[in-house]
């Protein structure tokens, strides 16, 4: 199956978890990269990108 470039974007592109408590964010990387953005639930700014399942 092939894989839909919008459906991609959609899912992936621009969403961050924030390392302690899994709280998924929306924001911009630039942001995340300069520490401005911080989690709703524990107020830390440590955040990795959403990771891609594999399609096995």
Request: hydrophobic share 30%; glycine share 6%; charged share 45%.
């Amino acid at each position: 199956m092939a894989k839909i470039k919008a459906a991609q974007d959609r899912l992936f592109r621009n969403i961050f978890v924030c390392k302690k408590c899994g709280t998924k964010i929306k924001a911009q990387p630039k942001k995340i990269a300069e520490g401005k953005v911080r989690c709703r639930k524990c107020k830390r700014n440590a955040f990795r990108p959403k990771k891609k399942k594999s399609g096995k």
